[in-house]
């Protein structure tokens, strides 16, 4: 009989992992732990720019103090659409101590998209950079309840003005908003009525929106500190540790998994304001950051790089993937030409980032029957369970719907009561992703429920036809969506990116997959581009694919 409820990850897990945590409660809290112990620990690392415990403490207080001087009151929304640097940080840190419910924004977002956001979550004020207020956001805001703003250059903070990333101009202060460094360096105090604790919402995080319109998820004080106290705990790094900021601190994956478990661990945060593989591997070479967690795209993309060497990954203890899957042709060629091997995650924006991970000292499993690679294990305080569609328990082995409980997942949706209820049924998520689990704990990712292809009465899912893909040694990047078909239904189409110098035929493509699938399976269409549609945290963007062949029919 499938007792999930017994947890038979467990027994994988370390003791460390194992064991209770007692996390602060909120990551403002762990920051004062920090300022009491290592005040002058450098706690933001910014190309030649440093900031230490103290100074963070302090900047952050001052910010908290300017927006409660311009009205903003505890529980009010604070939307922060920053790339990374320490401008991110003391804002995020500042909307806390103000009492605040921060709302990450893409700053990719166009101005529909940030619209969309800055009325749903009702935000009262905004933090975006000075580029980005001048050329559209001054009249986005003007059509939002946004009252108050704080404009940031990223070339603060640093001298280096690395030209690959940081290669704009500052631009004059505009009259309708304030600057966030000038702000921080006024002195002002925070506010001392206005302490948050574990359940009080931390962030409205509006998921990517690869599949429809994006949601507000409700993630709290406790979600995130569950989360990084187990991740400092789980991940067998020294005291002290130098983490790297590969994903996006927008992105649920960064806000937890980098910046939360980091200074929890008060630990050092390396910033290099956004993924350029150059640049990030000169951040290593200088850094020697010991942990990192980035999408399987950017590990693509630095393995790609012309200057990388295995000694840029030399000072990792652990290296992570999430956000989008992780083929098993990518472990094993990043292990054998550069030396990590990289850890498989797995996690949502509405279970607060990880909810499965490789263990230390373990390697994730591959299915021998489908190839999928496993995600990991659960933690010791999360049931995962497989269901099928009447939402039954289905044995070890077999696919159905991924649902997690645990103390990571939120509340629900921002002010979305229908989709709270589909999604969360009793506090347990429905993730919408379809995997299953084996006898030992291992859980393994298939693909989105939405997402599979129905070709001919027979079931594919993209996952595996991608995978197959990636062994190919002329392949970078790799996507598959179903497309219309007068006599199959749907039909397997394949995107593909090229590695550099390398060249293939789309007949040649097909025919790999070909012999080693299922007929039903292979790709009848192939196309190659230069890059394939990603979200800001690396995932491919199907949804873009499939708008594009059907716009090409």
Sequence with gaps: MTRYADRPWVALLSDAQRGPVSPADTLVHALGDAVAHTPDRTALAYFDGRLSYREVDELSDSVAGHLAARGLERGDRVAIMLQNSPQFVLALLGAWKAGATVVPVNPMYKSGEVRHVLRDAEVSALVCSDRAWDAYLRET?????????????????????????????????????????????????????????????????????????????????????YNAERQRTGLALPEAPVYFAMAPLFHITGMVCQLAACLDSAGTLVLAYRFEAGVVLDAFAEHRPLYTVGPSTAFMALAAHPEVTPDHFSSFVNISSGGAPLPPALVERFRATLGPYIRNGYGLTECTAPCASVPPGLEAP???????????????????????????????????????????????YWNRPEATAETFPDGELRTGDIGFMDANGWLYVVDRKKDMINASGFKVWPREVEDVLHTHPAVREAAVVGIPDGYRGETVKAYISLRPGASADPAALAAHCKERLAAYKYPRQVEILPELPKTASGKILRRELRSRSEDSQ
Excluded: W
Excluded at 158 to 174: G, H, K, M, S
Excluded at 215 to 222: D, L, P, S, V, Y
Excluded at 374 to 383: E, F, K, L
């Design 141 to 225: 805001a003007a059509d939002s309840p946004v009252r108050a703003v704080l404009t940031a250059c990223e070339r603060d903070f640093q001298t280096r003005d690395d030209p690959r990333v940081l290669a704009f101009e500052r631009l004059p202060q505009d009259a309708g908003a304030d600057d966030l460094v000038a702000v921080a360096r006024q002195g002002h105090k925070a506010p001392g009525d206005r302490v948050l604790g574990p359940s009080d919402i931390a962030l409205i995080s509006y998921t990517s929106g690869t599949s429809g319109t994006p949601k507000g998820a409700t993630n709290t004080h406790g979600n995130i500190m």
């Design 366 to 412: 591959v299915d021998p029957a489908s190839g999928t690679l496993a995600v990991g294990v659960p933690g010791p305080d999360s049931v995962v369970r497989i269901v099928d569609d009447l939402g039954e328990d289905v044995p070890f082995g077999e696919q159905g719907e991924i649902l997690v409980r645990g103390p990571q997942v939120v509340p629900g």
